[in-house]
T-cell receptor, first 111, second 114 residues
Framework: QKEVEQNSGPLSVPEGAIASLNCTYS??????FFWYRQYSGKSPELIMS????GDKEDGRFTAQLNKASQYVSLLIRDSQPSDSATYLC???????????FGAGTRLFVKA | DAGITQSPRHKVTETGTPVTLRCHQT?????MYWYRQDPGHGLRLIHY???????DKGEVSDGYSVSRSKTEDFLLTLESATSSQTSVYFC?????????????FGPGTRLTVL
C-alpha cells in the first residue's frame, strides 16, 4: 500500500462545476496535510494546508480532513479552465522532516 | 516566491558519466530536498538536508549522493548515471517546524541519460 494514494484521473468537469479531488494516507498519526497544484511543465505550488479535522476554506478552494478515515479532499468551486492542472496531495511524516506526495490527480476543466 | 534556482535546467548525458545538479536558495531556509518526478509516480524523495552537513536518505536514494556545505547550496550527484535516472529533478526548501511546512520548489532540471 502506498503511503499517499490518489486517483490519477483524468478528472474532467465542465466550467462552473465543483471539482472533487480525493486522497487517502496510511500513517494514522500524521498531523499535517497539503494540496499542491502543478501546471504542465512547471513546479508544484502550495494551494492549501490543513491540520485539524473538518473543513478549511480559501476562496474557491475547500480542503476537508477526516483523520479517523485517513482521508483528505479538495473541492474546487466554480471551476475554471485555468484550474486545469495536476493536484498533488501531500502528508508530513511523523518525524516532521519529510513530506510524502501522492502521484497526483489530473484535472481538466472544459470551457 | 522563495528564491530557488536550479542548474542546469536541462542536461543530456551518457550512461556511466557523473552528473551534479545544483540547487541554490536565497531564503536562508533550514531544510532542503531533492525529488525526482516520473509519470505515474509523482514526487519521490531522493535525499534531504536538515542543516549544513546534515543529510539523510529518502525513499529512492540508491545511485545518488548529496552534499550541503553551505545553507544556500544543496548538490545532488549521480556518481555513474543510468538510463533509469532519466527524470525531472526538483529541489525544494522549507523554513522548518510543523507550522511552517510549506515547501517551495525550484523550476526543475530535466535530465536525460542516453
Amino acid at each position: 500500500q502506498k503511503e499517499v494514494e490518489q486517483n490519477s484521473g483524468p478528472l474532467s468537469v465542465p466550467e462552473g462545476a465543483i471539482a472533487s479531488l480525493n486522497c487517502t494516507y496510511s500513517d494514522r498519526v500524521s498531523q499535517s496535510f497539503f494540496w499542491y497544484r502543478q501546471y504542465s511543465g512547471k513546479s508544484p505550488e502550495l494551494i492549501m494546508s490543513i491540520y485539524s479535522n473538518g473543513d478549511k476554506e480559501d476562496g474557491r478552494f475547500t480542503a476537508q480532513l477526516n483523520k479517523a478515515s485517513q482521508y483528505v479532499s479538495l473541492l474546487i468551486r466554480d471551476s475554471q479552465p485555468s484550474d486545469s492542472a495536476t493536484y498533488l496531495c501531500a502528508v508530513l511524516n511523523t518525524g516532521g522532516f519529510k513530506t510524502i506526495f501522492g502521484a497526483g490527480t489530473r484535472l481538466f476543466v472544459k470551457a | 516566491d522563495a528564491g530557488i534556482t536550479q542548474s542546469p535546467r536541462h542536461k543530456v548525458t551518457e550512461t556511466g558519466t557523473p552528473v551534479t545538479l545544483r540547487c541554490h536558495q536565497t531564503e536562508n531556509h533550514r531544510y532542503m530536498y531533492w525529488y525526482r518526478q516520473d509519470p505515474g509516480h509523482g514526487l519521490r524523495l531522493i535525499h534531504y538536508s536538515y542543516g549544513v552537513k546534515d543529510t539523510d536518505k529518502g525513499e529512492v536514494s540508491d545511485g545518488y549522493s548529496v552534499s550541503r556545505s553551505k545553507t544556500e547550496d544543496f548538490l545532488l550527484t549521480l556518481e555513474s548515471a543510468t538510463s533509469s535516472q532519466t527524470s525531472v529533478y526538483f529541489c525544494a526548501t522549507r523554513t522548518g517546524g510543523y507550522e511552517n511546512n510549506t515547501q517551495y520548489f525550484g523550476p526543475g532540471t530535466r535530465l536525460t541519460v542516453l
